[in-house]
């Protein structure tokens, strides 16, 4: 199985069917489409005319207001070269030409939701609001992503591709105008993720139903992201060890990891016979146990999920290597591998050969990031990547 993620102006660009046969021809056997997306600018090198292309965060389908009439929050939705439903007009031509269509779902980092909608916002131990981050405590937040689910599940698609799943990184923004963040004292994942945790009013109240003291674990991250921020600086290098020093906080993070369990129980009831598949990257990584501290518990999580895709985006084979190996030995569903011909990851050809026969033939699958951003050399390695898995030993 060999998977490309795209954009719908990509893939409806110039003729929606010479690109889905042309991908079909070059033995891809599905595609994995932005329905529901982030603020984004891409560069495409293969674009006759304008090379960028810019959109707010928003869907690329036509969404059922009836999925929507619990919650005030109303899905964006982006015009892409006039069609009325980009995503079903890729789903139709993809279907005639013998390919897969999992559908895209970025679900809590959104800067156009986050500026249409502030009461959802993430808001830090200190009160900031960020615009690029939406809250999974609140209740309206979590039936406007089961009506999004809902939506797509209406679609002849195979699966739900879920992105940031968990409490989102307050350092991963992506405003309206592309603005810069600017940091020049927070070092390392565990001192960003310290500050982010959200302490909002739909937090507190949900955590009133959890065994953890929520007045007291804003007091205990205040104070320690002032003495990560202070001079002498007490650097945080291990989440895990202040979670040993301070067990509010193991508590608090359980109390995130309640939360995510609940809602992915809902979407997996809203996706019906669809399947869902999860691009791990939350939290201090990629590998297996490094969603926790976003509330991704992923011996919880498994159980509403039906793949997982171990993202590799490393020229580190060993490091591939190893990661699909451990999520292989920790969840019971399938694993696909990630792999991006971002040329710092893969530059050449050969590089893309020895990836594919060493870390790709470890998974069930394999997905490509990205189409949209592909050279016309990068369509060219494409048809040589089934060749070689179908060589992989069994």
Same mark, same amino acid.
């Given at each position: 199985m060999v998977v490309v993620w795209s954009y719908p102006w990509s893939l409806?660009?110039?003729?929606?069917?010479?690109?889905?046969?042309?991908?079909?021809?070059?033995?891809?056997?599905?595609?994995?489409?932005?329905?529901?997306?982030?603020?984004?600018?891409?560069l495409d090198p293969r674009s006759n005319g304008e090379l960028f292309e810019s959109y707010e965060g928003g869907c690329y389908f036509a969404p059922d207001p009836g999925r929507f009439a619990n919650t005030?929050?109303?899905?964006?939705?982006?015009?892409?070269?006039?069609?009325?439903?980009?995503?079903?007009?890729?789903?139709?031509?993809?279907?005639?030409?013998?390919?897969d269509v999992n559908a895209w779902l970025v679900c809590f980092h959104n800067s156009k939701l986050g500026a249409d909608n502030p009461r959802y916002r993430v808001r830090s131990a200190f009160g900031d609001a960020h615009d690029h981050a939406f809250c999974p405590s609140h209740p309206e937040v979590q039936r406007y992503l089961t009506g999004v689910v809902r +939506? &797509?599940?209406?679609?002849?698609? #195979?699966?739900?591709? =879920? %992105?940031?799943?968990?409490?989102?990184? /307050?350092?991963?923004?992506?405003?309206t105008t592309f603005g810069h963040a600017k940091n020049h004292v927070v070092r390392g994942r565990p001192e960003e993720l310290l500050l982010s945790q959200c302490f909002c009013s739909a937090c507190q109240e949900r955590a009133t139903d959890h065994a953890v003291d929520f007045?007291?674990?804003r007091e205990v991250v205040?104070?320690?992201?002032?003495?990560?921020?202070?001079?002498?600086?007490?650097?945080?290098? +291990? &989440?895990?060890?202040?979670?040993? #020093?301070?067990?509010? =906080? %193991?508590?608090?993070?359980?109390?995130? /990891?309640?939360?995510?369990?609940?809602?992915?129980?809902?979407?997996?009831?809203?996706?019906?016979?669809?399947?869902?598949?999860?691009?791990?990257s939350d939290g201090l990584g990629r590998d297996p146990g490094d969603g926790w501290p976003?509330?991704?518990?992923?011996?919880?999580?498994?159980?509403?999920l039906d793949r997982i895709v171990?993202?590799?985006?490393?020229?580190?084979?060993?490091?591939?290597?190893?990661?699909?190996?451990?999520?292989?030995?920790?969840?019971?569903?399938?694993?696909?591998?990630?792999?991006?011909?971002?040329?710092?990851?893969?530059?050449?050809?050969?590089?893309?050969?020895?990836?594919?026969?060493?870390?790709?033939?470890?998974?069930?699958?394999?997905h490509v990031y990205n189409h949209?951003?592909?050279?016309?050399?990068?369509?060219?390695?494409?048809?040589?990547?089934?060749?070689?898995?179908?060589?992989r030993p069994h």
């Open positions: 409806l660009f110039d003729n929606v069917d010479a690109t889905c046969r042309d991908l079909a021809n070059r033995g891809v056997t599905g595609l994995t489409v932005a329905a529901h997306y982030h603020s984004i600018r891409t005030p929050i109303d899905p964006p939705v982006n015009d892409v070269s006039g069609y009325e439903d980009p995503f079903g007009a890729i789903v139709d031509s993809a279907a005639r030409h013998g390919l +939506s &797509l599940a209406d679609y002849d698609i #195979e699966s739900i591709n =879920l %992105e940031s799943i968990g409490y989102p990184d /307050a350092f991963h923004s992506h405003g007045d007291r674990a205040q104070r320690l992201a002032r003495n990560a921020l202070g001079y002498p600086r007490q650097h945080v290098v +291990s &989440l895990e060890e202040l979670t040993t #020093e301070h067990p509010v =906080l %193991e508590d608090l993070f359980d109390f995130r /990891a309640s939360v995510i369990d609940s809602l992915l129980g809902q979407l997996a009831v809203a996706s019906d016979d669809v399947g869902l598949t999860y691009s791990a976003a509330g991704v518990a992923l011996d919880r999580v498994e159980t509403h171990a993202l590799c985006y490393t020229a580190d084979h060993d490091a591939a290597r190893r990661r699909v190996r451990r999520y292989h030995e920790t969840v019971d569903i399938p694993v696909d591998v990630g792999v991006s011909l971002d040329p710092d990851v893969l530059e050449t050809e050969s590089e893309w050969m020895t990836f594919l026969s060493t870390v790709g033939g470890l998974g069930d699958g394999v949209a951003l592909m050279s016309d050399a990068h369509l060219d390695w494409l048809d040589t990547a089934r060749e070689v898995l179908e060589r």
